[in-house]
């Protein structure tokens, strides 16, 4: 058994862009047709042994419900993939993702599986996209598979650090 501490690897280079305090300000749509809510809201992110990006953020649902999350994001040396988890304050599922880095360095596309927000009982799969526009501004856009298995963009947040 390797006991040795994993070292940073030049993938683990790019979660140092998320790392800092950030204002966010997020758009949500609770459906194709429906208007767009707005909230906004702050985030920390910090480094963890240049292993990890931990992030812990607060904002607004589009009830007006606060909501508290923490999440991480690595690259894991085994697996050779990113890999990351959120929980929040208004889902008691633990949001398990997979990503990948585009050949660029710019946009990070997480994949994941959780619950329906459209049928109860059932799974669903969700994309989330980073997208670096520079040294201070980043996005962030969640996406949910519809049947026929196009993307139906229902979020879209905006990082300025401060």
Known sequence: MDTMPTKPLPEHAWLKK???QWK????MWMGPDASSQKAQGTETCTDIGGLWAYAEG??????????VYKSALGYDVSFKEYRGCTFMSVSSHL????????????????????????????????RDVIEIIDNDHRTLTSSGQ???GEWQQFMKATYTRV
Not at 24 to 27: A, D, M, Q, R, Y
Not at 58 to 67: E, I, N
């Open 146 to 148: 519809q049947d026929n």
């Open 58 to 67: 607060t904002s607004k649902m589009a009830d007006d419900t606060d909501m």
């Open 24 to 27: 966010t300000e997020t758009e």
């Open 95 to 126: 949001w398990k993702t997979t990503g990948k880095l585009s050949q660029d360095g710019r946009v990070m596309t997480l994949d994941c599986v959780g619950p329906s927000m459209t049928k109860d009982g059932e799974t669903a799969n969700y």
């Open 18 to 20: 998320l790392i800092g």
